[in-house]
Nanobody, 125 residues
């Protein structure tokens, strides 16, 4: 099993930046793709960015392209999300996720096996 713990959420004004981190432990050798999702009350969990082992092949939702950057440090079993030019509509609970298979695009949440507990991001106008 894989355990994931997010950190780095908080409150920021529109136009500001935040960096989320996710620490993986357990059977990390089984992980190929890691990703960030977000979910707001009453809405479905949506994929934000995915990245494969070794930092190969990054994918982003259209709503965050050019503003968010996903990265991972496999030696540290860590995943990151640098969020710049934040907008109020980016406010949500952000989740780290992992799966054993490759990600060839932004995939549905149901295809990820392991999840963190979530971290809140609030962007004020």
């Amino acid at each position: 099993q894989v355990q994931l713990v997010e950190s780095g959420g908080g409150s920021v004004q529109a136009g500001g930046s935040l960096k989320l981190s996710c620490a993986a432990s357990g059977s990390t050798d089984s992980i190929t793709c890691m990703g960030w999702f977000r979910q707001s009350p009453g809405k479905e969990r949506e994929g934000v960015a995915h990245i494969n082992t070794g930092g190969r092949a990054e994918y982003y939702a259209d709503s965050v392209k050019g503003r968010f950057t996903i990265s991972r440090d496999d030696a540290k079993n860590s995943l990151y999300l640098q969020m710049n030019a934040l907008k109020p509509e980016d406010s949500s609970t952000y989740y780290c996720a992992a799966r054993p298979g490759w990600c060839g695009s932004i995939l549905p949440a149901g295809l990820f096996r392991s999840w963190g507990q979530g971290t809140q991001v609030t962007v004020s106008s």
